[in-house]
């Protein structure tokens, strides 16, 4: 709007004043390398001011924040390395114990192959539904190996049943993990 009111008054002085010689040029689609507009009146040349939509000058990333010392507490998802074998590792050898976690792969594979190789769940060592805790110990599972020992405990233990007493969890666990063990826990 600016660009129209400030070039109808150029005109009009343009055509009062008599100095100017040669035919006067009013070119409004003219753009030179950097995107400007050049306006041509009379035998002078007028650039348009440019509008830029990106800075020019390279923004540069925020420094980096300096991890804060602070008390080595795990988080809930993460669990801290025990010193020794597992107490679930007492029940299971770990040579048996890979070789089952190879075979279940396998049937995992075969038995859901639409789950096989999506990114990996966690999967509750004490199952919620078993009345383990939300925020327990998990393991990153492939989900069709997952959804094998989801399907493990529910056999053992169908879903809407009153929560089992302590040895009976554990026995349901002991039964699963021996036929589906774990990486991490029992090998």
């Not at 048996?96 to 049937?107: H, L, M, S, Y």
Request: charged share 20%; glycine share 6%; aromatic share 6%.
């Amino acid at each position: 709007m600016r660009m129209i009111v400030l070039l109808s008054l150029w005109l009009t002085i343009l055509e009062g004043c008599a100095a100017v010689s040669g035919p006067m040029r009013l070119g409004l689609d003219a753009s030179d390398e950097h995107g400007s507009e050049i306006v041509a009146l009379g035998p002078k040349f007028f650039r348009t001011p440019r509008i830029r939509n990106t800075p020019s000058l390279p923004v540069k990333p925020p420094p980096a924040e300096q991890p804060k010392p602070q008390a080595s507490q795990p988080k809930a998802t993460q669990q801290p390395k025990p010193a020794g074998p597992s107490p679930l590792t007492k029940i299971l050898d770990p040579k048996v114990a890979r070789e089952n976690f190879d075979k279940g792969q396998a049937e995992a594979r075969t038995a859901f192959p639409h789950l096989f190789g999506k990114p990996k769940q966690k999967h509750h060592l004490h199952p919620k539904y078993l009345g383990g805790v939300d925020d327990g110990p998990t393991v990153d599972v492939d989900p069709a190996y997952h959804q094998l020992i989801t399907n493990a405990f529910r056999r053992e233990h169908p879903y809407g049943q009153e929560i089992p007493s302590p040895a009976q969890q554990q026995e349901i666990m002991r039964k699963v993990y021996a036929k589906y063990p774990l990486p991490g826990v029992h090998f």
